[in-house]
């Protein structure tokens, strides 16, 4: 079974900065591809980052380019995103998920608030 339990949220202004982790609880966690999610209020959940098995592999949703950056650290089983230049349209709730693939993302946290004031 596979937990993750999220954190680093909170309410921040504009041209702010947050880094949310995601600490994991599973034996191998470097078998699985890890991401980030989120849903603001009346919208569906969205794809925001992910990141391959080592580490060698990033995507970002084209909104975030540039601005968040995910990293893993398997000897910790962790895995981060640093949010700079945070706007208002990045308030949502964020999730952070794992799977064997990016596509498959299987387990997921219970989110974590992120405001952002303009």
């Known amino acids: 079974q596979v937990q993750l339990v999220e954190s680093g949220g909170g309410l921040v202004q504009a041209g702010g900065s947050l880094r949310l982790s995601c600490a994991v609880s599973v034996r191998t966690f470097s078998s699985y591809y890890m991401g980030w999610f989120r849903q603001a209020p009346g919208k569906e959940r969205e794809f925001v980052a992910s990141?391959?098995?080592?580490?060698?592999?990033?995507s970002y949703t084209d909104s975030v380019k540039g601005r968040f950056t995910i990293s893993r650290d398997n000897a910790k089983n962790t895995v981060a995103l640093q949010m700079n230049s945070l706007r208002p349209e990045d308030t949502a709730v964020y999730y952070c998920a794992a799977g064997l693939t990016r596509a498959l993302m299987d387990y997921w946290g219970q989110g974590t608030q992120v405001t952002v004031s303009s």
């Open positions: 990141v391959s098995w080592n580490g060698g592999i990033k």
